[in-house]
């Protein structure tokens, strides 16, 4: 069958931004903010029906806020010359902060609740359910400011700190890429498209590519300090007087997360890094260089330069999906069979992938530029598992759906693994083994050197904003730093301009948004060796696992259903070891002897 390779957000709000059921949610969601804030402006305590009526109405409010700014999302994604959609996002942010200030104050108010009472309260069966979020929720109050002060926070936040994240967002719609055809015309390519040439299987064809993405984001560099220096310097400004002594403090629980567990992950990977050194000497030497450049690394070795449509991509992933759990590829096939997907090749597309949730409609949308190569392929498995994850929470309260993204990148790669070491078993064409096996190390790669390059200049970000704001020259001397330090200076020429071309550091929602990528790379692997060494019935397990991952930390999570302590390294090491078999078959398919 031909699946569609366009999405369809008309069942979520038909009409797209001019929708008339979209203005009646957004209209829905302003009525219930203001019954909320009527209800928590009281001085008195709340009494336990208030509570109660708090919760559920607040509830509401986060399903209906992610509908609509994930609705929002889509639209400005499609098409970042969209204004009116342009619009849509601005007003789904405006309400996203107005709630952020009533979260504010839900959690002052439930703070002020003395420890017996609130004891008693958790004993109310509505309330029981999310018990775990609501002693998050009190938790968190006693970390911050004042109610007011947070709430006046939140409203300055949309035209001022969440307003720099846009204008990049803009910045990077409006870059085009010039690019020189095989015909010999001139083509004028989005960030989007212009990255899938960095994978080109032609390495004068790849450098040629490199080196216009260099200059284009170069052009560039400054507007991105800027915006970088705003930032960071809002969000420093903030942590002071919140009285937080470590920018890893927010980050760390957003993520559920130790510092203990952080750095004992840090500690593996920089412990195990040298598994990969065979890989990139040997890498080096087939492609008759001294040391490899940034647009190798990702290159393919393998002599297929193959494209794989787009429904074969979706019939293989379903196949692969299928071996680890039925419940997995039946909701992948329903994911494309139902538009769920938007990877046309086309301009106009914001750059990159993501998967958001619509917990009203119980549906997913995918957004992906897909151009037939084995990386995105991965790509879409990497966000059908992040579909897949939400599907099995669709059934629980709103709180307990809030989940961290290192446990949301477990289950997207965890997705990946399934896919790639199945084909792998399978495969008899070296070639076709040579693709896949590399495939799988360059995501070690990615996530134990690329990741930690990321995580290292960012700190050093921090630490250096402390002083001022920085140059753009400053901002491409750390990040060079961070790269020679932890690819541990095995590349020749380095990504200069890899801080002004990574949205990821210019989110203004999630802070460090890098060490939970490896978080998830690593705790899926070892999550996948005990998934290999129990055989199928681990598939139940690993659905109860996700169903979880909002109500839990994850060193509890771990221990409940793992049974291994995350502050310990142990677990890290083995995990981060893993990748040491898939070195020795790239070694033993590239032999020339």
Known sequence: ??????????????????????????????????????????????????????????SELLFSLRETSAFAGCLTAQNTGDKQAAVIYGKTQTLVASAQSLMSLFEAKLSYIDDATWSNYLQDEQLKLVAYNLNEIRDVAKQKMSPELEALVSELAVDGYHGWGDFYNGMVSKTKFEW?????????????????KLSEPNRETRAKAFEVWEQTWGTQADYAADIMNHITGFRLKLYEKRK?????????????????????????VENAKEVLVPYFKRKAELLNVEKLDWHDVDAPIAKSTQKVSFDDAAKYIIEQFNKFSPKLAQFSERAFKEAWIEAEDRSGKRPGGFCTSFPKSKETRIFMTYS????????????????????????????????????????????????????????????????????KIQNAVAFMMNIHARFVYETSVYEKRKEGPLTSDQYTELVLDAEEK?????????????????????????PFYNFPYTFGYLFSAGIYQLAKNEGP????????????????????LAQKHLGVDLTKVDFWEQ???????????????????
Not at 250 to 263: G, Q
Not at 487 to 509: P, Q, R
């Open 537 to 556: 019935s681990f598939a139940a397990k690993y659905d109860a696992l996700l169903e979880d991952t909002g109500r839990l930390s994850v060193e509890e």
């Open 244 to 268: 937080w002594d470590s920018v890893l403090a927010e980050p760390l629980r957003m993520n559920r997360m130790k510092a203990e567990t952080l750095n004992a992950m840090w500690s593996a």
């Open 486 to 510: 932890c690819f541990l200076g095995l590349i020749n020429t380095k990504h200069a301009n890899f801080w002004v071309s990574k949205l990821h550091f210019y989110l203004t929602d999630v």
């Open 1 to 58: 069958m031909n699946y569609p390779i366009k999405w369809n957000l008309e069942n979520i709000f038909a009409g797209g931004a001019d929708s008339p059921a979209l203005k009646a949610e957004l209209e829905q969601i302003q009525q219930n903010m203001t019954t909320l804030e009527a209800l928590l402006q009281s001085n008195n305590l709340l009494s336990l029906e208030q509570v109660k009526e708090a919760t559920a109405i607040y």
């Open 180 to 196: 020189k055809n095989e015909s010999g015309e001139i083509e004028h390519l989005s960030a989007g498209q212009m990255f899938n």
């Open 575 to 593: 995990a981060a070891r893993a990748v040491t078999a898939d070195v020795e078959l790239f070694i033993k398919l590239t032999d020339k002897n």
């Open 372 to 439: 037939g190569t084995k990386g995105n392929i991965s790509t879409l498995a990497h966000e059908l598992g992040h579909a897949y994850h939400q599907h099995v929470m669709d059934n629980l309260p709103a709180l307990s759906q809030e989940y961290a993204m290192n446990v949301a990148e477990t289950a997207s790669t965890f997705a990946e693994l399934i896919m790639m070491d199945s084909a792998l078993k399978e495969a008899t064409d070296s070639q076709e083994q040579l693709a896949l096996v590399e495939e």
